[in-house]
Nanobody, 115 residues
Framework: QVQLVESGGGLVQPGGSLRLSCAASGSGFSINTMGWYRQAPGKQRESVAIVPRGGTPRYAGSVKGRFTISTDDAKNTVYLQMDNLQPEDTAVYYC?????????WGQGTQVTVSS
């Protein structure tokens, strides 16, 4: 079993920045891929950024150039640096991990971009 715990959400003004963190814990697991999804009110959950272990990150077109995903493999932690945030980035952000062919999700953290 894998647990994903997120932190770092909050309220920010347009043009501001936030950094999300997600730490994976458990025993007997090996995470192959980690990433971030988001879900805005009334919309479906969408992929924001994904990075395979030792691989190249992939970003949604709407965040490319503004968001950066990174990992600390030793700590089983994934980060999402979000710069130049816009109101349309407002959503609940979920950490996701693929381990032993199973999907794991964090509890979600709210990001609100508003003046």
């Amino acid at each position: 079993q894998v647990q994903l715990v997120e932190s770092g959400g909050g309220l920010v003004q347009p043009g501001g920045s936030l950094r999300l963190s997600c730490a994976a814990s458990g025993s007997g697991f090996s995470i192959n891929t980690m990433g971030w999804y988001r879900q805005a009110p009334g919309k479906q959950r969408e992929s924001v950024a994904i990075v395979p272990r030792g691989g190249t990150p992939r970003y949604a077109g709407s965040v490319k150039g503004r968001f950066t995903i990174s990992t600390d493999d030793a700590k089983n932690t994934v980060y999402l640096q979000m710069d130049n945030l816009q109101p349309e980035d407002t959503a609940v952000y979920y950490c996701w991990g693929l381990a032993n062919s199973l999907d794991y999700w964090g509890q979600g953290t709210q990001v609100t971009v508003s003046s």
